[in-house]
């Protein structure tokens, strides 16, 4: 079964900064990966997604994603923290109705 | 166009009582899905829904039932609730799900579930 790991359950960057948040993957066919986000007290919201094609994913939020092949990841990053950008991040990995979703990683953004 | 809700946003239970959550999307998804996220452990799909009318297991189905009687509409069922249960729980949408796997899913603002 396909999984995704996000080896670090807190960053800290301060603001302007810029920011990355690690996910690696792990499936048996093509990769459909998401990064999802959650404010506290919120549902999680979509940020983007890589299917096929450019490496580099924008999404909402000044957020991107870099989809690297030979290292099975997929790191989330922004060139410049904002303290609004202080929440949980989670990646995901699909396969048909299977979405599989890493433990999250707590960035926080401090002024 | 309110998106995907979730009734209720709390509730606390005893050990052995029932309770249903509620799921609507105005979004004309086909398909809905019921999530746990307990700390550290991310989100876990319980069952999901390709239709009206079906329901599938999902990853941690035990102790949970559902039922999709309308298109717009997901319930998840708590028949006799036990501690392990306690989590906050969420539902989500998709407008095609398994025959495009890179559908994007719409979460609802979760309901906190307390189980005594």
């Known amino acids: 079964a396909q999984s995704v790991a996000q080896p670090e359950d807190q960053v800290n960057v301060a603001e302007g900064n810029p920011l990355t948040v690690k996910c690696t993957y792990s499936?048996?066919?093509?990769?459909?990966l998401f990064w999802y986000v959650q404010y506290p007290n919120r549902g999680l919201q979509f940020l983007l997604k890589?299917?096929?094609?450019?490496?580099l994913v924008k999404g909402s939020y000044g957020f991107e994603a870099e989809f690297n092949k030979s290292q099975t990841s997929f790191h989330l990053k922004k060139p410049s923290a904002l303290v609004s950008d202080s929440a949980l991040y989670f990646c995901?990995?699909?396969?048909?109705?299977?979405?599989?979703f890493g433990a999250g990683t707590r960035l926080t953004v401090k002024p | 166009n309110a998106g995907v809700t979730q009734t209720p946003k709390f509730r606390v239970l005893k050990t052995g009582q029932s309770m249903t959550l509620l799921c609507a999307q105005d979004?004309?998804?086909?398909?809905m899905y019921w999530y746990r996220q307990d700390p550290g452990m991310g989100l876990r799909l319980i069952h999901y829904?390709?239709?009206?009318?079906?329901?599938a297991k999902g990853e941690v189905p035990d102790g949970y039932n559902v039922s999709r009687l309308k298109k717009q509409n997901f319930l998840l069922g708590l028949e006799s609730a036990a501690p392990s249960q306690t989590s906050v729980y969420f539902c989500?949408?998709?407008?095609?799900?398994?025959?495009?796997?890179?559908?994007?899913?719409?979460f609802g603002p979760g309901t906190r579930l307390t189980v005594l």
């Open positions: 989500a949408s998709s407008l095609q799900g398994a025959r495009l796997s890179t559908d994007t899913q719409y």
């Open positions: 499936v048996s066919g093509n990769p459909y």
């Open positions: 890589y299917i096929t094609g450019d490496n």
């Open positions: 995901a990995v699909r396969d048909y109705n299977d979405m599989r």
């Open positions: 979004m004309n998804h086909e398909y």
């Open positions: 829904s390709v239709g009206e009318g079906t329901t």
